[in-house]
């Protein structure tokens, strides 16, 4: 085993759940490379060091650039508002350091197209984080899909909804202000980087976004509250895709439903120990679908607990994340999702708004 300098840029609600993710790694898959809290960078000197003291990282700094350049950081987490994700990646591959950027990778296209080259450039690890779709039971999904085992996909429906701006009463803050902050740039990426993994490239798509409270306490939303969107993916199969940040009474819809010629699947993040399968096979009036508990059988349970049905966290998900940065560190090789992983997402996001305004549909090619 050897030990690897950490740096995470962002203290706040990720930054920490990254944070306890290092720390917890290596003692959960035993990891190969076990990672030091080196550094942690935020806003000011004081909100820096109460991170530190906090989360028990070394040292602290409000100045991402001293993190980026210091020699005892030698692989950097971002955690930071998405208009900062760019520069601080480019500083860091210009280093020959390993990046994990947080979803969406860039605050705009041009600005993952300039990252993924960055990465291409500098030839080291480089991971966008997408949690959700890394649940036991989702990975499960993704390998029946790839087995055949529901047979050829002919349809899926995802959504990523919840309510936090539900009421218009709620006042105006940062997550109102830029379209890297609104649906499509928050929720969306989660949805749609499942989708794919799933699926699939998407062909084409036609889409409506859309601001539902236009003004709140304290000022004007510059962004959008939802977004839908009809699409084809490659492979053949029809999608319906539906974002929300307004959907009152979900707090964490991240679902998704795959029809295939031999059977469905259904799961709900709101319950993400649990998947649904139908198989179609059998006399029809035993047929139904059946509610999966995952457990040990399961990928990436057993490491967390041995009890079948006992259930990982949203922490958990983080901790898989932090096991395949290292082991992408650590052997070389390319681990899903990279960096160009992310900008796939960002290539149907800005398909997505260009068709909202046109009112056509959008080939992701051409993006």
Same mark, same amino acid.
């Given at each position: 085993?050897?030990? &690897?300098?950490?740096?995470?840029v962002g203290g ?51 100045? @991402? ?7 005892? %950081? ?16 480019e500083a860091a ?26 990465? #291409? ?11 959700? &779709? ?39 803050? @940062? ?48 962004? #959008? ?8 993916? %490659? ?29 469905? &699947? ?9 998947? @649904? ?14 509610? &999966? ?47 160009? #992983? ?23 090619? #051409?993006?």
């Open positions: 085993m050897a030990e &690897i300098g950490i740096g995470i706040g609600y990720m930054g920490k759940a990254h944070a306890v993710a290092m720390s917890a790694v290596g003692a959960v898959f035993n990891t190969g490379l076990r990672p030091r809290l080196e550094m942690i960078c935020a806003t000011s000197p004081e909100s820096a060091e109460r991170y530190r003291a906090a989360y028990g990282f070394a040292r602290a700094t409000d100045d @991402w650039r001293v993190l980026v350049e210091d020699a005892r %950081v030698e692989a950097v987490v971002i955690a930071s508002p998405q208009e900062t994700h760019r520069g601080i990646a591959f210009a280093l020959g350091k390993a990046v994990f950027c947080e979803k969406p990778l860039g605050a705009s296209l041009q600005d993952s197209q300039a990252m993924v080259a960055a990465a #291409d450039a500098a030839g080291v690890a480089n991971m966008t984080g997408f949690n959700y &779709i890394r649940t036991p039971a989702s990975q499960y999904a993704r390998a029946l899909i790839a087995d055949g085992v529901i047979g050829d996909v002919t349809w899926f429906r995802g959504e990523h909804t919840e309510d936090f701006l539900a009421d218009p009463e709620t006042p105006a803050s @940062w997550r109102t202000v830029g379209d890297a902050n609104g649906t499509m740039g928050d929720l969306a990426p989660h949805m749609i980087n499942a989708a794919l993994a799933l699926l699939g490239p998407i062909d084409r798509l036609i889409a409506e976004v859309e601001t539902v409270h236009k003004a709140r306490p304290g000022g004007t939303v510059t962004n #959008d509250d939802h977004g839908q969107m009809m699409c084809r993916f %490659v492979r053949g199969a029809m999608g319906q895709l539906y974002f929300s940040r307004i959907s009152t009474g979900r707090k964490m819809g991240y679902a998704y439903e795959v029809t295939g010629t031999k059977g469905a &699947i259904r799961f709900d993040q709101e319950d993400q120990n649990a998947l @649904w399968l139908y198989r179609a096979e059998g006399p029809e009036a035993t047929r139904g679908f059946t509610k &999966i508990l995952t457990g040990p059988a399961h990928p990436d349970y057993e490491p967390f607990c041995q009890g079948p049905g006992h259930g990982t966290g949203y922490q958990d998900q983080i901790i898989i994340e932090a096991r395949d940065f290292l082991r992408a560190i650590e052997t070389g090789d390319p681990i899903w999702p990279t960096f160009r #992983d992310g900008l796939e997402v960002n290539r149907v996001i800005a398909a997505a708004m260009v068709s909202s305004t046109d009112k056509t549909w959008k080939a992701i090619s #051409d993006f």
